[in-house]
């Protein structure tokens, strides 16, 4: 049987550095190819719908899976049972959740229509060990106040806008402009956690923890959130917050053409 | 100053073989006892409100500290602020919350008025990576009749009974009878996840990870709710369900006679 697979995978990112293959660390990537071929018998092509940075966590990751080299797997698992299949395969920090047959032509990063990421901001006065790894500790409290004003500045995210504010610095060399188009951006609070969920067409290097760092900012009054669209008009990264650490970061789900 | 300091701790229980000192590995109390030796200078009496198994967690863990053979600390440090000093000598997997004064008299374990637990059970296909060691990971869909099915038996748990038939083989050795008062246990699901929670003024040895167990049972048809109280009243383990692992398991909250 001839067929190409998605996967979708969770990890937690914390031993990783990060999805993409690389020469100094070990990469999801590379444990993915590693269960393919212990699976499979032979070497896959694993393509990602995105790089992710060193410690970045994955709700929902797309890849595919082909033999190298070709547009299809060699095998007789039917391709809702490859997630249970490649999980035998898989580490604890690394699951596939689903699987199954896509088009030859499907490409899981060309194809993206959108992508959400979470930012996970926990706010309790000592570090909670649960957290550990896996959302910045800001043990400064946010009130309710600061909690609006994070909100309101969020807002000012939406629209399709130059964000190079909320370019890494030195990235400016990527590929076309920094022109995106974010969706949805909201701040809520449940308890101690404070989640920032952000939705676009595309992300600049860097471009959700400056949001989140810049949104820290603007909770603890060093940036106001009425001079946010003049301060994103003004491209400056200079002028955003911090670049938040990795570890608050989750790729929540990546949608396609024929996802609704 | 001379003071007895009450901690509130969380831990996250993986690495370590429970609460409570033993020669067989490495336990909270241990590395509590370690930090608190670092950041005084000299041996602490640990007390803590539970033993706990190898595995378990911890949400709010309650443990006195005093200098070793008498009933106060010496230190300068304000009650309030040991929190974070002793959080400077502690891994990331544990935690102090708070901590304060409490009375010379008290005992985190004996005065203890009532407990509640939380055990976790991850209902999603395939694995999840981030509530590996965190959940029971059940890969049978549990559908609205058999969540319905298992709040119907935790209700069962209610009231003061003899609870015989959840105590571990070979426990029938604690000092007193198996007679407890569960006040509260409720199921409720929320997305993937499933948590039973269950508070009491005390519990038998695996007490709720046999409940945890037995709701499982219940929700695969192994065990009907309505024959619950026949078989609670009939004290019988073996008649229960299976003891579920202990990375499930979460110490949730330590009520006291304070406290409202």
């Known amino acids: ?39 499979f018998g032979y070497t896959c092509d694993v393509v990602g719908c995105s790089r992710t940075d060193s410690g970045v966590h994955a709700r929902c990751f797309c890849v595919t899976l082909a033999k190298k080299g070709s547009n299809a797997l060699e095998t007789t698992i039917p391709p809702e049972r490859i997630a249970r299949a490649m999980n035998a395969h898989l580490p604890d920090d690394i699951s596939v959740l689903t699987s199954g047959l896509v088009d030859a032509d499907f490409h899981p990063r060309y194809d993206v229509v959108s992508k959400e990421y979470e930012y996970l901001i926990y706010n309790g006065r000592e570090r909670n060990p649960f957290y550990a790894e896996r959302a910045w500790h800001i043990p400064t409290a946010i009130d309710g106040a600061a909690l609006s004003r994070m909100q309101a500045a969020a807002a000012c995210f939406v629209g399709k806008q130059d964000f190079s504010a909320f370019r ?38 860097h471009m959700v923890r400056i949001m989140a760092g810049t949104l820290v900012g603007v909770a603890k009054g060093s940036i106001a959130p009425e001079d946010m669209p003049a301060l994103i008009a003004g491209k400056d990264r200079r002028k955003m917050g911090v670049t938040a650490p990795a570890c608050g970061l989750y790729l929540n789900a990546v949608f396609y053409p024929d996802q609704t």
Chains 1, 2 share one sequence.
């Open 168 to 205: 890494a610095v030195g990235a400016d060399t990527e590929p076309g402009d920094a022109v995106r188009t974010v969706y949805a951006a909201s701040v809520e609070r449940v308890g101690d956690m404070i989640s920032f969920r952000v939705r676009a067409d595309g992300f600049l290097y």
């Open 1 to 39: 049987m001839l067929k190409k697979i998605m996967l979708t995978v969770a990890f937690v990112g914390t031993a990783y550095c990060g999805y993409q293959v690389q020469p100094n660390g070990i990469t999801v990537q590379e444990v993915l190819g590693n269960a393919a071929k212990a699976l």
